[in-house]
């Protein structure tokens, strides 16, 4: 057998990578990482870390607001003090992520990977071997092809505004657009959406969505909808907007049109990898078209969410099959989603649409009519749960202040398929989010 540096090479060091690499390193594989930006990725970094850091004072005077008269006095959210908060909470985490790759003899090279042949792949001139190698590059902006689109801002430049300015106009409906939207105005923006159809979270229970931004409308954000953006100008200090439809002047730009697969500048037409603007084709081995080469995380062409709990699933499943635990396919469970603004929206298993159309039990119920939510005068709660034909829970989806938690407390029966019996010896907290979400409250 070749003699190769690594017995697999990792290209990015995101949940792609890392929560799969490191118990691998620990069971004696020689394993390296490349990364040509912050070690851990989007998530800790630019993501999720550090979104909801930024969003924890708006579920604070959400909070508060509901419960005036019984506590008193106004919250304001000071931007600049929750900005460095955040900054102080995502610092450590490259170190304490690089910390925990170098322990178990990791060894991480700083650079950009391209490819050279199918086991080489090159850092700053310097050729790296591996026997597998997994190509786990993840996801840039994407960027409207529009006249001044330089002018327009990514999340990551959000997320690091030391100023909040006082008018945000934000172009998309997707995830970022909405949590963005939501903090934006919390911390005391005047916020404009425009979306180019009239779709707002596609992917969420649209019932649902529609008090989502009933909700953001009452609280001062402009929605145009059916608006497709044309041009971005500066305006002095200021910048427009302009759409087929009228112009919107603003002080800062969020472009949260989506997100592109990162298959440019890796080699990847050298060594012949398939894939398209969607991302990596993979087998259900996580295999591409070359036998010794993988994709993991936010890159491939997948239809299951690209979110992190996706990318561990797929990293833990590569270190079983290098490892070689498994030589089984990936078996993908339901994963959830959940879009944080507040109240959030979140989802697992199947859709209400799709109960509907297959003639499975729904039940629907409306949060505030229930005790525990009425602790804090909760106003906007529904959920849907879904039950098989044998009347196991199949799927679930909740817009609350935790429906994150709930939908979380719920997973494991729909995963796993919970009978009667096994769910009466789930003995949960009470009172607490968990016990409610299963009704035993
Ligand atoms: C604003 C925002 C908020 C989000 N919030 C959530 C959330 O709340 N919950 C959730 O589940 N998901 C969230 N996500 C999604 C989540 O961040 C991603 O699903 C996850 O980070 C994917 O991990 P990954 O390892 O596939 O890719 P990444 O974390 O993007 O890692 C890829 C790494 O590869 C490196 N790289 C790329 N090309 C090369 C190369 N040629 N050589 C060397 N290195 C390279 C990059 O620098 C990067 O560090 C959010 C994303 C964004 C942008
Ligand atoms: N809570 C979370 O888990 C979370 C939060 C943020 C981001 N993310 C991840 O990051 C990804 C990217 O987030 P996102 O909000 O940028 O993407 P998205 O796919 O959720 O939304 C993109 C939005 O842009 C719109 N759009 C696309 N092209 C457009 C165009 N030319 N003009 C106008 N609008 C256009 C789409 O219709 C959609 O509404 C998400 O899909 C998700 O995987 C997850």
């Not at 070749?2 to 995101?14: E, M, P, Q, R, T």
């Not at 050279?116 to 071997?129: F, I, L, R, S």
């Not at 092809?145 to 909040?164: K, V, Y």
């Not at 649902?208 to 909808?225: C, T």
Request: net charge negative; charged share 20%; with cysteine.
């Amino acid at each position: 057998m070749a003699n190769y540096d690594y017995d697999v090479l990792y290209i990015g060091s995101g949940h792609g990578t890392f929560d799969g690499a490191i118990p691998l390193a620990a069971r004696g594989k020689k394993v390296g990482v490349i990364e040509s930006g912050l070690i851990g990725g989007t998530c800790p970094n630019r993501g999720c870390n550090a979104k909801i850091t930024l969003d924890a004072p708006v579920a604070l005077t959400r909070l508060t607001e509901k419960m005036q008269g019984i506590v008193n006095g106004d919250l304001a959210i000071n931007w600049t003090a929750n900005e460095k908060h955040k900054q102080e909470v995502i610092e450590g985490l490259p170190d304490m992520i690089g910390g925990l790759m170098k322990s178990v003899n990791i060894d991480i090279i700083k650079g950009h990977g391209t490819f050279q042949d199918a086991h080489t792949v090159v850092v700053d001139g310097d050729a790296k071997t591996a026997e597998n190698i997994v190509i786990s590059t993840g996801q840039h902006p994407h960027r409207l092809d529009i006249p001044g689109t330089e002018l327009a801002h990514d999340s990551a430049d959000f997320m690091n505004l030391t100023h909040l300015p006082a008018n945000i106009t934000i172009i998309g409906a997707g995830y970022i657009s909405m949590e963005f939207a939501t903090i934006a105005n919390a911390a005391g923006a005047k916020v404009t959406v425009i979306t180019h159809g009239d779709k707002i979270l596609r992917k969420f229970y649209q019932p649902y969505v529609d008090q989502i931004v009933a909700d953001l409308k009452s609280r001062g954000v402009d929605f145009i909808s059916n608006a497709k953006v044309t041009s971005f100008e500066e305006d002095g200090s200021n910048f427009i907007v302009n759409y087929d439809g009228g112009q919107v002047k603003t002080n800062w730009i969020l472009d949260a049109t989506g997100r592109v697969p990162n298959v440019d500048d890796v080699g990847l037409d050298k060594v012949g990898v398939d894939y398209s603007e969607k991302g990596i084709k993979v087998n259900d081995h996580l295999k591409t078209n070359i036998d010794n080469i993988y994709a993991s995380g936010d890159v491939i062409d997948k239809d299951q969410p690209k979110l992190t709990p996706t990318a561990i699933f797929e990293s833990t499943y590569l270190m079983h099959t290098f490892a070689g635990d498994t030589t089984d396919p990936i078996d993908y469970p339901e994963i959830p989603s959940v879009v944080f603004t507040s109240p959030r929206i979140a989802k697992v298993g199947v859709s209400v649409e799709d109960a509907k159309k297959n003639g499975l039990n729904t039940k629907e119920n409306h949060l505030p009519n229930d005790w525990y939510r009425q602790v804090t005068k909760e106003e906007i709660g529904d959920n849907t749960l879904v039950y098989d034909k044998q009347n196991h829970l199949v799927g679930a989806t909740e817009i609350s202040d935790q429906a994150e938690d709930a939908i979380n407390a719920l997973l494991p029966a729909i995963v796993f398929k919970f009978e009667p019996a096994q769910l009466e010896r789930l003995v949960t907290l009470f009172p607490t989010i968990a016990a409610d979400a299963w009704g035993q409250i």
